[in-house]
Nanobody
Framework: QVQLVESGGGLARPGGSLRLSCAAS????????MGWYRQAPQKQRELVAI???????EYVDAVKGRFTISGDNTKNVVYLQMNSLKPEDTAVYYC????????WGRGTQVTVSS
């Protein structure tokens, strides 16, 4: 099993930046895939970005060129750097891990508004 705790959400203005962190309860180098999903009000949860334990990454088209997912094996943390934020990025962001099971954090709210 793995426990995931997100942090770093908050309020940002359009064009601004936020960095989300996801702290894992065990070494992320041993977790096959980690990533971020988001869920906006009255919408389904959608994939934002994933990173494998080999470092390969994938992004949903809506965030390509603006968001960057990365991992720090020394801290067992996965980050989501979000730049050029748009109001449509407003959502609860959930950390996700896939490793002999699916694990979720409790989520962190991101609000982009002027």
């Amino acid at each position: 099993q793995v426990q995931l705790v997100e942090s770093g959400g908050g309020l940002a203005r359009p064009g601004g930046s936020l960095r989300l962190s996801c702290a894992a309860s065990r070494p992320i180098s041993g977790i096959g895939i980690m990533g971020w999903y988001r869920q906006a009000p009255q919408k389904q949860r959608e994939l934002v970005a994933i990173i494998s334990n080999l470092g390969s990454t994938e992004y949903v088209d809506a965030v390509k060129g603006r968001f960057t997912i990365s991992g720090d094996n020394t801290k067992n943390v996965v980050y989501l750097q979000m730049n050029s934020l748009k109001p449509e990025d407003t959502a609860v962001y959930y950390c996700y891990a896939l490793d002999k099971g699916t694990y979720w954090g409790r989520g962190t709210q991101v609000t982009v508004s002027s």
